[in-house]
């Protein structure tokens, strides 16, 4: 049995995402998987199902010790090499690099493996990548404005897996389940007989610009209960968020429902939850994982078109994409109580799409899987076509480039946004395309001429920098460009004449990826003219027939 090793060393969010992962892996080849991740976190490892083993580097020790003035720095060292000797002396069938950071790239370039997977270092301190989907993630996505795929297809396309969610579910005991159901089912039953919706609510993020302020989450229980809705508090058994709950509950006379559970009875509470209101936590990828549906409240620095609930009933709550920087900086909060209730509604089927209002400047988006995994398409509010067009364009061009699965359904959704803008935007890409290919035919000129002659190579590198400035453009020319700069800065060469020929190669490659990027736009463009001529064929045959 292949023997893999997936290194983890980000949060609990990241940690209970990276069990859909895991559960493919294993449903798909049957390998047998372990999992590292800091200490700190081994509550949420350890009820993974699928994993058999859970490794502990113990991060906040380490930290202490290099921080004290008591002990020498190899006290930390020493520490932390008995941290890593029990996976490290181990020789894996495949080492998987899932959280992409600086330590985890470290460890997985010294681990003893057959295959690694995600980032590793050379010897010479550069970038190491295995195959196409590794670049996307970590020098691609991290330059553009908003991401056209969701990290949990990058990972699957990564390893080489599909998605599979047959038997998806966390470990969980039955006398937590079983307290779980009882508990609200009793809160489910009204006084008037008629059963109650029991909603979740996560009161708090790690990050604060994500946090739904506490004067809006006041309002928005006052309104569910309003709605005959039961609202259900979650906290997590720290003091500082009993202190958050305790003074919320205040404005209720204590009378709200506050649940305080580890992680491991957090999943049997979730799971016999009706929907779940939550920032950008943890709990949303738990929900998804137990499919509970969530109205995932997006602020701040939350990534929700990288890292967002993929469960088709979840719902997305958020500014509309044009004022969004997902940054700590974006302070800026514009939902109101009155959102959140109505989206909520939509959520549990209480109202229908037609009659939910939202202000003005919010978008609320809805999960869908097309060919290249789960996405985002707007239900209800504000939309700037020229973004979501553009968006759904690089997952066809994705699409095109890195698989050999079918494109038509994109272009379909394109043709969907239709409007004054359509044409300008589709005009801007073309027109984006040409002075793209120009730069780059200009630098493989610049680079033919500097081996005939090394007083050109001013000439070739001046030319290689005005092609990698289209890096920072906000067209689907960027993907490529970008792709590029990531393949040369990984390049080892030995000598000139090797490097040469490295650098014309990935040249060409690029070549070859903007065709795709124009057969992408052509096609688009094709069928918006095929659209247009059915459409006016059906005008004519319906209009009435004048008497002479």
């Known amino acids: 049995m292949k023997k893999v090793l997936l290194v983890n060393l980000r949060r609990f969010g990241d940690i209970y995402s990276c069990e859909n992962l ?19 976190f081994e509550k949420v490892a350890l009820n993974l199902q699928g994993v058999t083993n859970v490794y502990t580097i113990d991060r906040k020790k380490i930290i202490t010790l290099t921080k004290s003035n008591i002990f020498n720095d190899g006290y930390a060292i020493e520490e932390f090499y008995k941290d890593i000797k029990e996976f490290n002396t181990i020789s894996w069938d495949q080492v998987i690099n899932y959280s992409n950071d600086r330590v985890s790239t470290h460890l997985c370039t010294l681990l003893n493996s057959k295959e690694k997977l995600g980032l590793t270092f050379s010897k010479t301190m550069r970038n190491n990548y295995s195959n196409d989907w590794e670049i996307l993630f970590n020098d691609v996505l991290t330059e553009l404005d908003f991401s056209p795929i969701h990290f949990n297809d990058i990972y699957h396309s990564m390893v080489g897996v599909k998605i599979n969610k ?57 309104l569910l209960i309003d709605n005959d809705i039961t609202p259900m508090l979650l906290i997590a058994p720290t003091d500082s968020e009993r202190t958050i709950a305790n003074r919320i509950n205040e404005s209720f006379s204590g009378k709200l429902v506050s649940v305080e559970s580890d992680f491991h009875a957090l999943t049997s509470v979730v799971m016999n939850l009706d929907a779940i209101i939550t920032p950008d936590t943890a709990i949303k990828h738990l929900s998804d994982l137990v499919d509970t549906p969530c109205l995932e409240v997006s602020l701040g620095a939350s990534p929700f078109l990288k890292q967002g609930s993929i469960n088709d009933q979840s719902l997305i709550l958020t500014k509309s994409l044009e004022d969004r920087n997902f940054s700590k900086d974006d302070t800026e909060v514009k939902i109101t109580a009155s959102d959140i209730l109505n989206s909520t509604l939509l959520l549990l089927n209480i109202k229908s799409l037609d009659s939910t209002e939202i202000s003005e400047g919010l978008t609320l988006y809805r999960p869908y899987h097309d060919d290249l995994g789960v996405s985002y398409f707007s239900v209800k509010g504000s939309v700037n076509n020229i973004i979501e067009a553009q968006r759904i364009a690089s997952r066809m061009f994705l699409t095109k480039t890195l698989t050999e699965r079918p494109t038509d359904s994109f272009v379909e959704m394109i043709l969907d946004l239709k409007g004054d803008q359509f044409k300008r935007w589709l005009a801007n890409e073309k027109e984006a395309v040409t002075n793209v290919t120009k730069d780059l035919l200009g630098t493989i000129r610049s680079l033919i001429q500097m081996t005939e002659s090394k ?22 020319t960027a993907i490529p460009t970008l792709f590029l700069r990531a393949r040369l800065e990984a390049l080892i060469s030995t000598n000139l004449s090797e490097s040469v020929k490295e650098v014309e190669a990935q040249l060409y490659k690029m070549k070859g990826e903007l065709q795709k990027v124009y057969e992408v736009l052509k096609t688009v463009e094709e069928s918006s003219r095929l659209q247009d001529a059915a459409s006016v064929i059906e005008n004519k045959s319906t209009r009435p027939i004048q008497s002479l």
Not at 22 to 40: A, F, Q, R
Not at 171 to 198: C, M, P, Y
């Open 166 to 222: 047959d038997g998806l579910k966390l470990k969980t005991s039955a006398n937590h389940n079983e307290n779980a159901f009882k508990n609200i089912s009793f809160l489910r039953k009204g006084q008037d007989g008629k059963s109650k919706k029991v909603i979740g609510l996560q009161l708090v993020t790690s990050e604060k610009s994500k946090n739904i302020p506490e004067n809006i989450l006041i309002e928005t229980i006052q």
């Open 22 to 40: 895991i559960n493919s892996m294993v449903k798909e080849n049957g390998w047998d998987i372990s999992l590292l991740v800091y200490k700190e």
């Open 455 to 476: 007083s050109k190579t001013k000439d070739f590198i001046a030319s290689l920098g005005l092609l990698l400035e289209h890096c920072s453009d906000v067209t689907i």
